[in-house]
């Protein structure tokens, strides 16, 4: 043992078997001082206590992250021994004689005397195999989604409760008209405020505010386009899923009639809900047709316009005039 380390070795071997890190300390010339029965359980290199770190790292067949080989000069403690530096939580994926591996993560540390002079080196290790496989498969799953997601037909986008935009998929992109670079990370009502106050903007507040699933069919009046929209709030309440497809062709025949119509034309459905909002509707009312979308007709019908009204199956359509 070197000058100026004053400790009761046998001490603390008993101490340093009790922890869950291994532990191996060494002098400036490579002699092990000791080391913790976990080095033993951890490497399964053997239960002798080694001469020197040299010759132990040397029977050590390790690899960084990115599958490079470790070199014995690359292992923390023989980098703290050259050159006097400590080394923070380096992952190594180690091969036991066995022929199985585990993950380890390694720290190192010089150890000074009074007079700043490094007479020993430390380093300790943890076997964070479980934790790296429980990493490697909550990746192989977030893929899975991933891959899943990319290859629905519907679009799909995920929120968070502060209405910013998390994933969007390329059926998405495609109907939306806008990058997924462009959408991430943005508020949604930033983004389209013309939905503001409209019937679906209602009914995202409801599904995230009352944690339940909600459908409908409603009018996207950034693009003209119908979505048919299926909401799904997380199960730990942090945002929401929102599958939706383009129905444009779907729509009620009435709606296309409706929509190109000079008259000012606006269609309901069976609980007088604004679903189709004309532009001569809108020059009529003053009322701009994402204000209407979505909402009762008695909600934001002006008292000064005359309003006929046509019943059919599924809806009615409003015949205005001033």
Same mark, same amino acid.
């Given at each position: ?62 690899? !960084?992250? +990115? ?23 380096? !992952? ?5 004689? +066995? ?21 020993? =080196?430390?380093?300790?290790?943890? +076997? ?125 025949? =009435? ?25 001569? &509707? ?24 005359? =309003? ?13 005039? &001033?």
């Amino acid at each position: 043992m070197p000058s100026g380390v004053q400790i009761d070795q046998r001490l603390i071997e008993r101490v340093l078997d009790q922890l869950p890190a291994a532990v191996i300390l060494a002098e400036p010339s490579g002699a092990v001082i000791m080391c913790n029965r976990r080095v033993f359980e951890i490497l399964e290199q053997g239960d002798e206590v080694p001469e020197d770190i040299d010759a132990y790292l040397a029977q050590i067949v390790g690899y !960084h992250s +990115d599958g490079r080989r470790i070199d014995r000069a690359e292992w923390p403690l023989r980098r703290t021994l050259a050159t006097g530096e400590a080394v923070s939580d380096m !992952h190594a994926q180690i091969v036991r004689p +066995d022929g199985s591996r585990g993950w380890i993560a390694l720290s190192s540390a010089p150890i000074h005397d009074d007079d700043g002079t490094m007479v020993a =080196a430390v380093v300790t290790f943890l +076997d964070i195999t479980s934790r790296k496989r429980a990493e490697l498969d909550a990746a192989a799953s977030e893929l899975r989604t991933q891959l899943t997601l990319e290859s629905m037909a519907d679009a799909f986008m995920l929120l968070d409760q502060e209405w910013e935009l998390q994933y969007v998929n390329g059926t998405a992109e495609r109907l939306l008209g806008r990058s997924r670079s462009d959408l991430l990370g943005q508020n949604l009502w930033e983004e389209y405020p013309e939905m503001v106050g409209s019937r679906l903007f209602e009914e995202l507040n409801r599904a995230r505010d009352e944690q339940v699933v909600t459908v409908l069919v409603d009018h996207f009046a950034p693009l003209d386009r119908w979505f048919e929209l299926r909401v799904h709030p997380s199960a730990d309440g942090w945002g929401l899923a929102v599958y939706f497809q383009d129905v444009n062709e779907r729509k009620h025949p =009435a709606a296309r009639v409706v929509e190109h119509a000079p008259q000012a034309l606006v269609l309901v459905d069976d609980a007088d809900r604004v679903q189709l909002w004309n532009p001569a &509707a809108a020059g009529t009312t003053g009322i701009a047709a994402a204000q209407a979308i979505g909402r009762p007709i008695s909600d934001v019908l002006p008292s000064e316009i005359r =309003a006929e009204r046509i019943d059919f199956e599924g809806g009615a359509v409003y015949l205005l005039s &001033a």
